[in-house]
Every structure is written in structure tokens, then in C-alpha cells.
């Protein structure tokens, strides 16, 4: 078992910056992946970035492209959200997800991780 455990939320303006924090504790010899996803009340959660554990690989969502940045530190079991140029519709509660190894991995889909955290809010303010 994995767990996940998120820091970094808080209030920005629009056009500043923020930074996420997971840090996983436990099995962290069996994750394969990690991702962060986001979600409004109301509505779906929503894939934003997502990085291979073991191999290289960063994935992106359209919306986030070119403002988000995905890393993780495999030494110290984090992985971190690097959020700039954020906008209002980045508001949302923002939970890290691990995935075990196995089968296909599909980094947006949110069916496909195994492991979650509590959530942590980010707000951008117009």
C-alpha cells in the first residue's frame, strides 16, 4: 500500500505561481506512475500532468500545457507541480494519484491509479 500525502495549495492572483507537493510513503517500490488531477464541485475530475515512476515520461493536459511543469525526485518519493502563469479556471481542489505497475498505463485516466491523496485547494483570484 501507498500513501499520498499533498502540500503546496493556497490563493494566488492570476499570473502568479504555485507549487505542489506529494510525497508517498509506504510501497513506493511498486509505483509505476503519478499524476495530479483536479476537481471543481460539480464536475468530473480532470487530468492535468502525470509522470513515469521508472522510465522518462511527462504527459500534459491540453488546458495546462506550456504553464504547469511535472517532475518527481525518486531519491526523496516526491512529485511536485510546478503551476505558473495560473488563470481563475485553475481553481480547484488538487489531488496527487500513484498507479501500480501493470497492463497499460493510461497517465489521464483516473480509473487507472491505485493510490490518493487528501486533496489540497489551489485558488486563483482575478
Known amino acids: 500500500q501507498v500513501q499520498l500525502v499533498e502540500s503546496g495549495g493556497g490563493v494566488a492572483q492570476a499570473g502568479g505561481s504555485l507549487r505542489l507537493s506529494c510525497a508517498a510513503f509506504?510501497?513506493?517500490?511498486?509505483?509505476?506512475?503519478m499524476g495530479w488531477f483536479r476537481q471543481t464541485p460539480g464536475k468530473e475530475r480532470e487530468f492535468a500532468a502525470a509522470?513515469?515512476?521508472?522510465?522518462?515520461?511527462?504527459y500534459y493536459a491540453d488546458s495546462v500545457k506550456g504553464r504547469f511543469t511535472i517532475s518527481r525526485d525518486k531519491a526523496k518519493n516526491t512529485v511536485s507541480l510546478q503551476m505558473s502563469d495560473l488563470k481563475p479556471e485553475d481553481t480547484a481542489n488538487y489531488y496527487c494519484?500513484?498507479?501500480?505497475?501493470?497492463?497499460?498505463?493510461?497517465?489521464?485516466?483516473?480509473?487507472?491509479?491505485?493510490?490518493w491523496g487528501q486533496g489540497t485547494q489551489v485558488t486563483v483570484s482575478s
Open positions: 509506504g510501497r513506493t517500490d511498486t509505483i509505476d506512475g
Open positions: 494519484a500513484g498507479r501500480k505497475g501493470g497492463g497499460v498505463y493510461l497517465p489521464g485516466d483516473h480509473s487507472g491509479y491505485d493510490f
Open positions: 509522470v513515469r515512476w521508472n522510465f522518462e515520461g511527462k
